[in-house]
């Protein structure tokens, strides 16, 4: 498999980080029971429990719930360290709790395996094992300092040393075998899926190879008579202009210039090129590529490009990456789905990024889906006039999402957002009206590098 291949597989650019709202269900889940359970344990069975700590320890998760839900769009996914934090946060906030609630005589001690067991499902394995460690370690403080659960008539709830002994011994397995069982069935499935893709990705490239052979073929089929027909005038104009130097040598140079045509025909019918000038290009040459199949669409498309601060004027060489390029072709497309009349694709660089803008003159995005762009199967019931409008356009938000992974994937950071009051009249918004996606590298991941010699093409390995 070619090392392009390879690199698409790594753990630095597979986008299969957590969602953010996954855990936010979890951890409201998390605090309905640990509330029912306080109440429970205070006003049914008359349980002597300090609440207002308890209920600190709740509000705590509470709040950290609603700031995730109010500052963080509905389709964050989060890094590894942002999960990892996370998942640290619930584990302790549980392990408070346990400290205010018994410790392990708590029976739902037992809840301190779900965030290594998540951490296990979707993390990295250092951060499992920080994880598995941390709760390792906060079983066994509780099981020795904690605040003792009290009747209702001061009595001290006790159990025999060795029910508590298993008790944290069943903790301790439990993350142990949960941890390995689910690491080791998540990492199964990656594994399925990334040869899956690798599957893909050969066949497309093979299908390539397939389709550019048949077209050398074709081509060395038709150049083959009239690379003939030269040879053969060329052979007799040398053998009638012996003597004439000159002329001869020009003879000569036709009938060797015809075999180069043949053995290039031939080299490129056996394996295609490889050719190490195509594999970096200009900002704007990226930029009009990606945008091509759309230019004749009945849209107006303008390009910008300008330096940004420290960016230099000399237009930065890009490397020229194909998930690069279906990624902002598919943006462009949305773009075009949806204008008026015109299109603005902007490129820009600063020192330290290159940033694409994407903005159209159309109605922008709805505002009930915004904080959902780059999900999957995104979509609204068309109305009448949407139908008259866009009679062809039949998406689902599956471009969008395809988009948003393969950027993301090269190291990119994408925002979604409307360029005006979507409530303004007709006659009050701007030029730019519609919607904007902004598409941001760090210059190092997509800047081709200064020093690439282009040297010769070299046939495709088979």
Known sequence: ?????????????????????????????????????????????????????????????????????????????LSEMEAMLTLLF?????SFLLYLTGGLTNPFALLILAPVTISASALELRTTLFLG?????FVTITAFVHVPLRFADGSILTVPVLFEFGFWLSIVIGILFLGLYSRRVATEIRSMSDALLATQMALAREQKLTDLGG????????????????KLVSSEMMEELEGQDHLYEDAKLIRDQADRCRDILRSMGRAGKDDVHMRSVPLASLLREAAEPHQARGKALEFAFYPGSGGGERQPTV???????????????????????????????????????????????????????????????????????????????????????????????????????????????????????????????LKAPSDSALGQNRPIEA
């Not at 619930?90 to 549980?94: A, V």
């Not at 460690?133 to 370690?137: A, E, K, P, Y």
Request: aromatic share 8%; with cysteine; hydrophobic share 45%.
């Open 215 to 230: 077209v050398v073929a074709a081509a060395a089929h038709e150049l083959g008579t009239p690379l003939a027909t030269i």
């Open 319 to 445: 490397l020229r990456r194909p998930e690069v390029i279906h990624g902002l072709r598919n943006l462009v497309q949305n773009a075009v789905d949806f204008a008026r009349a015109r299109v603005w694709i902007d490129g820009e660089w600063t020192a330290e990024e290159i940033i694409i803008r994407i903005v159209d003159d159309g109605e922008g995005y709805p505002t009930h889906v915004i904080g959902r762009i780059g999900d999957p199967f995104v979509r609204s019931r068309r109305s009448t006039q949407d139908l008259a409008r866009r009679p062809e356009y039949e998406g689902m938000g599956l471009g969008l999402f395809i988009a948003k992974t393969l950027l993301e994937r090269t190291g990119a950071d994408l925002t979604f957002a409307n360029a005006s009051d979507p409530f303004l009249a007709p006659e009050e918004r701007p030029e730019r009206s519609g919607a904007i996606v902004q598409v941001v590298w760090p210059i190092g991941l």
């Open 1 to 77: 498999m070619p090392s392009a291949t390879l690199g698409l597989l790594t753990r630095d650019t597979r986008s299969d980080w957590v969602r953010l709202r996954t855990l936010i269900f979890l951890r409201w889940m998390a605090i309905v029971g640990q509330l029912a359970a306080i109440t429970v344990a205070d006003r049914y069975y008359g349980m002597q429990l300090p609440l207002g700590l308890c209920y600190l320890a709740v509000g705590a998760s509470i709040i950290a719930n609603l700031i995730s839900v109010f500052v963080f769009p509905e389709n964050k996914r």
């Open 90 to 94: 619930d584990l302790s906030q549980l």
């Open 133 to 137: 460690s941390l709760s390792i370690l």
